[in-house]
């Protein structure tokens, strides 16, 4: 668990492919697991995320190769560089995520299009060797001879303009005394709950955990940290590519509360829900089951919940006026729920962000938007600790 280790429709189908990995030197061992989820799929169109596992040592700069094999494109793809010709796509690492560390993971996600039928692709190349699921030597030939640098900046090429209407807020400060607590001396343990805005690789994250006292907390998840130049601790629950509405529909949230037991969640969830133009009604249901759940697992659950972060896709022109509607709606229905034994708290991560300069393509925040987000939870996060 805590350990210091540095977006539409209905859910479909994964497949979980082991693979061979090229590591930094022609003589280390390689492994990797790749996971390739459609996340959603709707008529001509489908939502994936891909997880890359490094099993072996570790490796500076990626590249992942695959083929579709039904004439499958990909229109929109983040926390990576995409190129395909013809049915091959090439996938490279971002500048902020090609070091992938023992046991480490990366993750980006891609939006496509379809026509017929949408199978995953069978196997997978990795920096040009065959995932055939064995740790081995890769062949000189195939390692890169100078790892990419990792620059401070990540390129931000998002739309120029965001929301200009401010949604209803609500304070933020939770009770300063809450009902409860984990036994003296135990840390508290928070999960990170929400899609890839919190997990691929969601460096918001690590650099809260900076912010708060390390022997009071332990972030937890069945999700293993991806990465965010420095060791941190990661474990999360961001599913790239994941609804909100999916999420609770088909009760995975069950499943991820039962191994991990946090006594905190903190959700920024419904992006893609918004995408796929969900009334807030709907994401608001399923935000009410998820709350249920967690208090079946905990009474005494704390939860922070997140007006969200503005959305300016060049892609979906109504989006940014979609989370303005949601965001509204949060105060009301969090209100209306909060009790003192698993007080609700709305965390406002919509006012001051600006799509334009906190994001790289109008959705995913960049290292300025992980700060902006980081500094608007901690108040929250650190109160429910005390």
């Known amino acids: 668990m805590r350990r210091r280790v540095a977006i539409l429709a209905a859910a479909s189908t994964a497949l979980a492919t082991a693979a061979v990995v090229t590591a930094g030197q022609a003589s280390a061992a390689a492994g990797c697991r790749v996971r390739y989820t459609i996340s959603s799929q709707w008529p001509g169109g489908f939502g994936a995320a891909v997880d890359i596992t490094n099993l072996g040592d570790p490796i500076s700069g990626w590249t992942l190769g695959f083929t579709f094999a039904a004439g499958q494109s990909i229109t929109q793809l ?65 390692v890169p001879t100078t790892p990419p640098t990792s620059p401070t900046t990540i390129p931000a090429t998002p739309p120029t303009t965001s929301p200009t209407t401010s949604p209803t807020t609500s304070p933020t400060t939770p009770p300063t005394t809450p009902p409860t607590t984990p036994p003296s001396g135990a840390p508290v343990k928070i999960m990170a709950l929400g899609d890839s805005i919190t997990g691929s690789p969601g460096c918001w994250r690590a650099l809260l955990w900076q912010k708060l006292p390390a022997a009071r907390v332990d972030f937890v998840g069945t999700l293993p940290p991806q990465g965010c130049g420095f060791t941190y601790d990661g474990e999360n629950e961001g599913h790239g590519g994941y609804l909100v509405t999916n999420v609770a529909n088909q009760d995975l949230l069950v499943g991820w509360l039962a191994a991990t037991r946090p006594d905190v969640v903190m959700m920024h969830f419904g992006t893609n829900d918004v995408w796929s133009n969900l009334p807030a009604s709907t994401i608001l249901t399923a935000y009410t089951k998820l709350v249920s759940q967690m208090r079946t697992s905990n009474p005494h659950m704390k939860i922070l919940v997140a007006q969200i972060i503005p959305m300016n896709p060049s892609t979906c022109t109504e989006c940014a006026a979609r989370v303005v509607t949601l965001n509204a709606a949060i105060p009301a229905w969090a209100a209306g729920l909060t009790t003192t034994a698993s007080p609700i708290t709305v965390v406002d991560q919509w006012t001051g962000f600006d799509d334009a300069i906190d994001t790289y393509d109008g959705v995913h925040p960049n290292d300025a938007g992980n700060v902006k987000i980081a500094n608007r939870w901690y108040p929250s996060v650190a109160a429910a600790i005390s």
Not at 107 to 127: A, D, I, M, Y
């Open 78 to 142: 983040w926390n990576g560089s995409v190129a395909q010709s013809g049915s091959a796509v090439t996938v490279k690492n971002a500048s902020y995520n090609g070091n992938i560390p023992m046991n480490g993971s990366v993750s980006f996600g891609f939006n496509g299009s379809w026509t017929g039928s949408n199978p995953v692709p069978s196997s997978f190349t990795l920096n040009g060797v065959s995932c055939t699921g064995a740790v081995g030597t890769p062949p000189p030939s195939t």
